[in-house]
């Protein structure tokens, strides 16, 4: 079965370190370019980051994380990551990892999200 | 950014009933344009990418079309595991924008 699933929200406080994971199976890990896609509370979709199936080739992020947040992935391990510093309360969100399609680049595959809570 | 904007922002339908969304973008892109459901705590779904190809498994009830500017997703009948929300999206340039979603809700 083609499956992802998120781990690693909780709670942290304004300024803190959180680090996602997304644990891939039933497909080529390595022959997809993979997102992270939130929803804050009450709110719609927002795009995240994006990195190309080759780690290093293409990593794209959105501009509200740009520069605190960074995406990597181990191919070996079938995991993607989220490493988030400098954590805000509008960080408050669910993150999904989504697969991406090259046709189309549309996200065919979703997690079930990790909650992640910024508060003090 | 390619900003997205759908109309409406929620409707009240029965089931049986045909649903049209739209989804107007800032800028044109030739058809870089997907569409999701989202039920609450679940994971969103593809529904239709490229603008018009329905995605495997979807039921063909569901459509989209459009191209340039303007898009849009056709429920032709309404079930009941419709009601959601809908969400279209851009892949044509980054940050790979959402609309605001469209709440299907029973009426």
């Known amino acids: 079965e083609v499956q992802l699933v998120e781990s690693g929200g909780g709670l942290v406080q304004p300024g803190g370190s959180l680090r996602l994971s997304c644990a891939a199976s039933?497909?080529?890990?390595?022959?997809?370019?993979m997102n992270w896609v939130r929803q804050a509370p009450g709110k719609g979709l927002e795009w995240v980051s994006y990195i190309s199936s080759s780690s290093s080739s293409t990593i794209y992020y959105a501009d509200s994380v740009k520069g605190r947040f960074t995406v990597s992935r181990d191919n070996a391990k079938n995991s993607l990551f989220l490493q988030m510093n400098s954590l805000r309360a509008e960080d408050t969100a669910v993150y999904y990892c989504?697969?991406?399609?090259?046709?189309?680049?549309?996200?065919?595959?979703w997690g079930q999200g990790t909650m992640v809570t910024v508060s003090s | 950014d390619i900003q997205l904007t759908q109309s409406p922002s929620s409707l009240s339908a029965s089931v049986g009933d045909r649903v049209t969304i739209t989804c107007r973008a800032s800028?044109?892109?030739?058809?870089?344009l997907n569409w999701y459901q989202h039920k609450p705590g679940k994971a969103p779904q593809l529904l239709i990418y490229a603008a018009s190809s329905l995605q495997s498994g979807v039921p063909p009830r569901f459509s989209g079309s459009g191209s340039g500017t303007e898009f849009t997703l056709t429920i032709s009948s309404l079930q009941p595991e419709d009601f959601a929300t809908y969400y279209c999206?851009?892949?044509?340039?980054?940050?790979?924008?959402f609309g605001q979603g469209t709440k299907v809700e029973i009426k």
């Open positions: 039933g497909f080529s890990f390595s022959s997809y370019g």
């Open positions: 999206q851009q892949s044509y340039r980054t940050p790979r924008t």
């Open positions: 989504a697969r991406d399609v090259t046709v189309a680049h549309a996200f065919d595959i």
């Open positions: 800028q044109s892109f030739s058809n870089f």
